[in-house]
Structure formats: C-alpha cells, structure tokens
C-alpha cells in the first residue's frame, strides 16, 4: 500500500527563508597579490615566474576558457614559493598590450588567441628546406599589424639559399630583415631582441628551435628535420613557451604553423600599419578599399604623382590580398 502524507504533516514543511545577507555586488580585490609571467601551459597547469621563482598554477574558472594564455601577466594566490608539489591559482589577469591572434582558416569565425603581451614578432622562413611561402610570411604579418606588433623577418639556411630576392620582396615594408646560417653571428638578432617581448613564429622545419638554442645556450630545445616528400617539417615544439634572454627580454617560441587564417582582420587595420599610405587615402572616393581593383584609388594617383614610392604600395597590395585570400593552406 502506497504510504500518504497528512494534511497536518505537510504543514511541516516550510519553504526556503530568503537570505539574511544581502548579496554584493563588490568583487574581490586581487591588487596586492603577487604577480607572474605565464610562461607555458601544459594539460591545466600554468608555470608562472614570479621574481627567481618558477610556480605552477590552475585557473579560477572565473576566468574562463581562453582567459589565460603565454604571456600573460597574472596575479597569483596561494602556494608561491614553487617548491615540488606545491600549487598556486591564478585569480586575475592584467590587461594585456597586444594579443596575437589567428583562426583555423578564413571561414572560421573562432580566434585563436596564440601569445599576449608581445611586442615584436619574428618571422622566421628558411631559405630553402622548406623553401619560403611568401603567402604564409605576408599573412603572419597582416596579424602582426592587425595586433599592433612589430614584425622583423628572419631568414634562415642562407648557406642553402640566396636571400637577395627575399629582401628585396620586403625591403619596401620597412620591416628589419636579418639573414642567419648555421654558425653565423647573432649580433644583430640579439641586439633587435633586447629588452623586448618577441614571438618567433614559421612553419615547422625553418629552424626556430635551432635559433632559440643559439640565442639561449644551454635551453635545448628539440630541433626536427624535413620530410624529403612534402617538404614540411615535424612539429617539435608542441605549446608556447616564454624564454628568458640573458641579455634581458623575452623570446616566446611557438609550434610550427602550417595555416594562418585572417578572418578576424580588417581592411583598416592592415592600412593603418601603412601610416604614410593611410594619410593619402583621403581624397579616395568612397566606398574605395585601396586595392588594385579600384580605379580611383588615391594611392594610385600618387603613384602617378611621385608622391609615393612603386614598390611600397606593391608591398603594401601584396598585404591587402594576403588578407583576402581563401587558399590558406600556403
């Protein structure tokens, strides 16, 4: 038999009593913790530099998914003195200076954001084994601009290659370009380093992991080779990591990319980089994109008028269609 409850019984029952403390809407002060350099991140966990010491860390999930990444300067509670077995959380992170981002492909309307706080980044290609893939170095630069980051180009393996045709593709974009081969002198790589947060960025195999073993001894990151078939090197490093410089600044190390997709840039953004060409733009008719399909572009008028070098706007159209192309895969 089914078992019922009295009508005194339910009278029992009393419904939840409102909270006696009102809510807050103050959130926590998190201003005088700590604060850390994220310098990798590894299945949930974040190795942090405070000062000398190196912490690991979980996130507050407050913070969400992509709310931390390499680069980040972060405020730290809990465990910091980064002895074995010990684990701190990161509870807020600063505002950043810069963000580089990139998506899966053109159609994707996700941003993957790769590396904050940067204020440089090198462009890394091989001479040859891989050859360069201009598409894919116009493309990294298009996000630097669009991320307000300095580019500078790195070519690499010139013992395999010539480089003259390189730089004289980039030299119109005033962008420092230096040439490295095995055993070569850095100097100039060290020089445009110091001091500086720079990300170093390239398809796998171009050699990055050998110039950060250069420029940090004793760092001994893993180098991979090509394969002889397509060309394309193995992925040695798997996630970012943040290396110190003996001569001070950071270089971030990045895995090897094998597409850069655009679709969170705009047309603005690439032409604000140009600044020279963006104050010529004026007498543009509107509704004009300043690309080579517009007849009555100002830029081109300037052109005509010596007023603007050629081979800078070439440079600077080669940018505007690495911007809209849909062959990502370069």
């Given at each position: 038999m089914g078992r019922y409850l009295r009508s005194d019984a339910l009278e029992s029952f009393d419904r939840p009593r409102k909270r006696t403390r009102p809510r807050t809407k103050d959130r926590p002060d998190y201003s005088d913790l700590p604060l850390g350099r994220v310098i990798t991140i590894d299945r949930g966990r974040y190795r942090c530099q405070t000062g000398e010491v190196m912490v690991?860390?979980?996130?507050?999930?407050?913070?969400?998914?992509?709310?931390?990444?390499?680069?980040?300067?972060?405020?730290?509670?809990?465990d910091i003195?980064?002895?074995?077995?010990?684990?701190?959380r990161i509870v807020a992170a600063e505002e950043r200076t810069t963000v580089l981002r990139r998506t899966a492909d053109d159609t994707d309307p996700f941003e993957r954001p790769m590396v904050a706080n940067a204020d440089q980044i090198v462009i890394v290609t091989a001479l040859a084994d891989p050859p360069p893939r201009i598409g894919m170095i116009d493309r990294i630069m298009v996000a630097a601009f669009d991320a307000g980051i300095e580019p500078i180009l790195c070519l690499t393996k010139a013992d395999l290659a010539s480089p003259d045709e390189l730089v004289a593709a980039y030299r119109p974009l005033d962008v420092p370009i230096v040439v490295t081969e095995?055993?070569?002198?850095?100097?100039?790589?060290?020089?445009?380093?110091?001091?500086?947060?720079?990300v170093l960025v390239g398809h796998s195999g171009v050699g990055k992991s050998t110039l950060v073993n250069a420029l940090i001894p004793g760092v001994n990151r893993s180098i991979g080779v090509v394969n002889d078939v397509t060309g394309r090197g193995r992925h040695t490093s798997t996630s970012a990591i943040?290396?110190?410089?003996?001569?001070?600044?950071?270089?971030?190390?990045?895995?090897?990319?094998?597409?850069?997709?655009?679709q969170h840039v705009t047309p603005e953004s690439v032409l604000a980089a140009f600044g020279d060409l963006e104050s010529l733009t004026a007498a543009c008719p509107r509704g004009c994109q300043h690309g080579p399909q517009d007849p009555e572009c100002a830029l081109d008028a300037a052109v005509d008028e010596g007023r603007l070098a050629p081979e800078r706007l070439a440079s600077y159209r080669r940018m505007w269609m690495a911007g809209r192309l849909r062959d990502w895969e370069l």
């Open positions: 690991t860390a979980t996130k507050a999930r407050l913070l969400g998914r992509k709310g931390v990444i390499v680069g980040d300067i972060v405020r730290l509670d809990g003195s980064g002895e074995e077995g010990t684990l701190a095995p055993g070569s002198d850095l100097a100039e790589l060290h020089e445009l380093l110091r001091d500086r947060v720079s943040a290396l110190e410089l003996p001569d001070g600044g950071w270089a971030i190390d990045t895995p090897g990319v094998r597409s850069f997709g655009l």
